[in-house]
């Protein structure tokens, strides 16, 4: 069996064009050394237009009370760089990935910013073989759940929750400190720590400053809530 046969009976799809499949996983850097390839860029394109709508969607038919604003705002963070990546991730996609052996041998497996690109060429590849609905069967059953759950736990606008709850708690004053900046000018992560009354209480990492901020203030309402825990 070969490896896009074992992906597909991993999640439970049949590709009716196994060509779309291994287009969607190959990178332009395998194409530099395999000049019959086709890389991902098209396909990772529609991928990227096909999420936004499914999102969308979902979004609008499950939170009918929320304003246009909040739609927007949380559609953004669940097609997010650092989101998608964790999801490619927890699918193993990475594992699939058909990358020239320079970007192998530098992590190209584990960037975060490869592992988005390839869930959206994915989900294009998926729509154009299956169509709406095998975009949505999957999503249902891979992504949909994950949004519920970061919608539950608060990560949305965890900053807002976190300085709302320091404040409740008398912890002191909340900061935000950059630890690392990695990668190039063009493809950019940042590390922050959230620290409070300069106690370091969580970390995140994303694209911007902004996307690093929201995970690490996550990570520190998760640690305040564990401790308050603890104490009662």
């Known amino acids: 069996m070969d490896a896009f046969a074992r992906l597909q009976e991993q999640l439970h799809i049949q590709f009716r064009d196994a060509s779309l499949l291994r287009e969607a996983f190959t990178h332009s850097s395998y194409v530099n050394e395999h000049k019959e390839a086709t890389h991902n860029e098209r396909i990772e394109f529609l991928g990227d237009a096909v999420l936004q709508l ?3 969607q979902h979004l609008y038919r499950i939170y009918p009370s929320w304003p246009e604003g909040k739609l927007t705002f949380v559609r953004a963070a669940i097609v997010r760089e650092q989101a998608l990546s964790k999801l ?8 699939y990935l058909l990358l020239g052996r320079g970007e192998d041998l530098s992590g190209g497996r584990e960037r975060p910013s490869l592992l988005a690109d390839v869930f959206e060429a994915f989900v294009g590849a998926l729509y154009l073989d299956g169509g709406w609905d095998a975009v949505i069967a999957f999503l249902s059953a891979h992504m949909f759940p994950e949004i519920e759950a970061y919608v539950e736990r608060g990560v949305i606008d965890a900053k807002s929750r976190l300085h709302e709850k320091v404040q409740q708690l ?3 004053a909340v900061e935000y400190v950059v630890l690392e900046e ?3 000018a063009n493809d950019r992560e940042f590390v922050i720590e959230a620290r409070v009354q300069g106690e370091s209480y969580g970390a995140g990492s994303g ?3 902004k996307e690093a901020e929201q995970e690490a203030a996550a990570e520190a309402l998760q640690r305040i809530g564990s401790r308050r825990g603890g104490d009662e």
Request: aromatic share 0%.
């Open 170 to 172: 008398s912890l002191g």
């Open 182 to 184: 990695r990668g190039p």
């Open 207 to 209: 694209r911007t400053k």
């Open 88 to 95: 490619a991730k927890k699918l193993s996609l990475g594992d």
């Open 54 to 56: 499914a999102v969308s």
